[in-house]
């Protein structure tokens, strides 16, 4: 009975995770970095930012947010302010040691768990997020619809994310692509980090209409 409807959410959920991003920046750039354990775990903790998304979509919560000046400016700042911070870092990349092999890329260590908190707090605090999954629930997906299934949608948007950006992180954390970055050494690095400052720049000049 909802199978059109969950087919129109999937689409437009794949049009717009396939778009190219901060959740796509931050996981390219954990992967080529810190290689594929550290950027699946970004992926995942992107997909589970979604559930935020989802949660105060279901409570309401994103309606007060995309109605509220005050409220949409504070989540953008800080989310853009998140976005410089990691882009900042990431242009003062120092080059690597000329000492170090050449067969491995040169990163620090990196934990599951700052991987992951790194791609949660990315998707987890884009106001962009928050009025697409508001514009989801509110239009696409009808009011009427039972919680339990608005919910299960749920489920799936975020399960999908997680796997696509897990295979965002299996390809850029390949031997051969993290080797050919590598040979860029500190200027990837930077570039990323232009690349998230740019975004962070354009977050905080996003308006809510």
Request: aromatic share 12%; hydrophobic share 55%.
């Amino acid at each position: 009975m909802y199978w059109a409807e969950f087919l129109t959410v999937a689409l437009i959920h794949l049009l717009a995770v396939a778009s190219p991003g901060p959740d796509f920046a931050i996981v390219v750039r954990e992967s080529v970095a810190h290689g594929r354990r550290a950027g699946t775990w970004t992926a995942i903790g992107v997909g589970t930012g979604i559930f935020v998304h989802v949660a105060y979509s279901l409570l309401g919560i994103g309606l007060i947010v995309s109605q509220s000046i005050v409220a949409f400016n504070a989540l953008k700042w800080l989310a853009a302010a998140y976005l410089l911070y990691i882009g900042i870092k990431a242009l003062r990349a120092k080059p690597a040691d000329p000492m170090a092999t050449e067969a491995e890329p040169t990163a620090a260590e990196r934990s599951p768990r700052g991987a992951f908190v790194t791609g949660f707090i990315t998707n987890g605090l884009n106001p962009k997020a928050t009025l697409f999954f508001l514009s989801l629930f509110t239009v696409v997906i009808n009011p009427h619809t039972p919680l339990a299934i608005q919910a299960g949608y749920g489920l799936y948007l975020a399960c999908a994310t997680a796997i696509w950006f897990c295979l965002v992180a299996l390809l850029f954390s390949q031997q051969r692509v993290r080797s050919g970055f590598a040979r860029m050494g500190h200027w990837f690095d930077r570039l990323m980090g232009a690349v998230l400052v740019g975004l962070g720049v354009k977050l905080a000049f996003t308006s809510m209409k």
